[in-house]
């Protein structure tokens, strides 16, 4: 019986840089060829599989993978029976309903009558069905964006990441349908053999994500405000407090969250903590 992982990852687009990259940050040495459809990781029982994202969450379904990184977006469209396991935090998009920049556009009630091409009918239906739209879906492949200046559509409902395709399409965005971003997914039937690899995995993946939303922070006090500054430093247990070699002052170690960083470093220079460091931690386990 075959006891390697096996992941799919998208082939070529936006997700693809990103979903290799977490994998190196686990410290999975990967040999991504040129056109490689499937490699194998040297130091992690992992088989990668390069696919096309829409196909993924099917692969995953059937256990062809054992796991994959897809968009939301795919997933919500394809509806597989899949579990989602993890937020990735990258690959950010929006699904957004586009119109020619010059049409005017006033409410969502603006979009009845029109046709919308999209490679999304699922979750356009859905949208549309919602907001009491009347309008009609085209489902088309690929190259959604040159829909309308074609003639093929009056609208378009696509992916948005930078919004440059729309702006060099002559489009605008006037309505988001759906927020999305990169996940992990699982087959719902892996056997215990699997389960544990991928246990393995996802502890790497939440050491780094943990890393990423914290940081290192030290800074020195005097002794008489080490109270109060502890009383806002929260650490991993409690901050650590080394003594100076100068009299009566300490050194203070702790970690912060990376969203409560400016609050907090406004809070200590006004209790009277001088020489503040931050630094970057680069794997975290709790
Ligand atoms: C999406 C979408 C657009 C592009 C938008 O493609 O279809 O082409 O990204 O990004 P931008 O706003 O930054 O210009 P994706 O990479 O998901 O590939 P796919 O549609 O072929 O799956
Ligand atoms: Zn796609």
Redesign the pocket.
Known sequence: MENKLKIAIQKS??LSEDSIDLLKSCGIKINTGLNKLKTTAENFPLEIYFLR??DIPKYVADGVADIGIVGENVLFEKNNHVKLIKKTGFGKCRLSIAIPKDKVYKTNKSLNGLKIAT?YPVILKKYLQANRIKADIHEIS?S??IAPSIGLADAIC?????????LSNGLKEVEVVLKSEAVIIQNKGLPKQKMELLSQLMFRIDSLQAAKNNKYILLNAPNDKLKTICNLLPGMKSPTILPLAKEGWSSIHSVIKEDDFWEIIMKLKNAGAQGILVVPIEKMII
């Open positions: 687009g936006r994202d829409d490679t690929g959604v964006e696509d992916l948005v990441s930078s919004g440059s395709t729309l």
